[in-house]
């Protein structure tokens, strides 16, 4: 289904009745990497898995940013009148739910990333370089995104006030001491690195995830 906020479509699919969690998919893809986890999730939650703007089939728009995003994010949960709800965010997703926590410290009651970064410099220098390579060749907007945000500083961390879980692979394309640093930042947040797991196999198609989950949510 569609709703308008922020003067653009976004799409969104709901599953289950529970406690609220929205998932929030990474760069260049769409709700639907989360098909396995949603199965799991469904039947303890209420499920809201959408698709981020310019992705998927929400609304392609000439304008495209993190901070754009989570203000969508924000007038999305104000829209729905979904109360308190928790928001897992991986990659580009965690970054928006780094957004809307500090810009609405008391909008959201948990929240939960792995592999965000504050920064592009946050990226390993491989990633970084494929990155700049793929908007070079395609001109790709989501690609510029990538290299040119985001831009949070630790001073936007400590405006984060509800419990925050802070997660990335052992071989993810973030680097370790930049994860460590997002997490020593926020005053009430934990920090887990998963052994033999890179950037998405935990969470693309996938459903290694739903333990920490529900581990961090209970």
Same mark, same amino acid.
């Not at 990633?127 to 995104?145: A, D, E, H, V």
């Given at each position: 289904?569609?709703?308008?906020?922020?003067?653009?479509?976004?799409?969104?699919?709901?599953?289950?009745?529970?406690?609220?969690?929205?998932?929030?998919?990474?760069?260049?893809?769409?709700?639907?990497?989360?098909?396995?986890?949603?199965?799991?999730?469904?039947?303890?939650?209420?499920?809201?898995? $959408? =698709?981020?703007?310019?992705?998927?089939?929400?609304?392609?728009?000439?304008?495209?940013?993190?901070?754009?995003?989570?203000?969508?994010?924000?007038?999305?949960?104000?829209?729905?009148?979904?109360?308190?709800?928790?928001?897992?965010?991986?990659?580009?997703?965690?970054?928006?739910?780094?957004?809307?926590?500090?810009?609405?410290?008391?909008?959201?009651?948990?929240?939960?990333?792995?592999?965000?970064?504050?920064?592009?410099?946050?990226?390993?220098?491989?990633?970084?370089?494929?990155?700049?390579?793929?908007?070079? $060749?395609?001109?790709?907007?989501?690609?510029?995104?990538?290299?040119?945000?985001?831009?949070?500083?630790?001073?936007?961390?400590?405006?984060?006030?509800?419990?925050?879980?802070?997660?990335?692979?052992?071989? =993810?394309?973030?680097?370790?001491?930049?994860?460590?640093?997002?997490?020593?930042? $926020?005053?009430?947040?934990?920090?887990?690195?998963?052994?033999?797991?890179?950037?998405?196999?935990?969470?693309?198609?996938?459903?290694? $995830?739903?333990?920490?989950?529900?581990?961090?949510?209970?």
């Amino acid at each position: 289904m569609n709703i308008e906020v922020n003067d653009i479509d976004i799409y969104y699919e709901v599953y289950g009745e529970g406690k609220p969690i929205i998932l929030l998919h990474g760069n260049s893809e769409t709700h639907e990497i989360f098909d396995r986890l949603i199965e799991r999730l469904k039947n303890n939650y209420k499920v809201y898995a $959408i =698709d981020s703007r310019c992705h998927g089939k929400s609304e392609k728009t000439e304008e495209i940013s993190y901070d754009l995003m989570a203000v969508d994010m924000i007038e999305f949960i104000k829209k729905l009148k979904i109360d308190k709800p928790i928001v897992y965010g991986f990659s580009d997703g965690g970054i928006i739910g780094l957004l809307v926590a500090i810009k609405q410290p008391k909008l959201l009651s948990k929240l939960i990333i792995s592999g965000a970064n504050l920064n592009p410099n946050g990226m390993s220098k491989s990633m970084l370089i494929i990155s700049k390579i793929g908007y070079f $060749i395609t001109r790709n907007k989501l690609f510029k995104m990538m290299i040119k945000e985001p831009n949070i500083s630790r001073k936007d961390l400590e405006k984060i006030e509800i419990p925050t879980y802070v997660l990335a692979g052992e071989k =993810d394309v973030i680097m370790e001491e930049h994860t460590r640093l997002i997490a020593e930042n $926020i005053k009430n947040s934990k920090l887990e690195i998963i052994p033999k797991e890179n950037h998405s196999s935990y969470v693309v198609h996938s459903e290694k $995830i739903y333990d920490i989950i529900k581990k961090y949510t209970i």
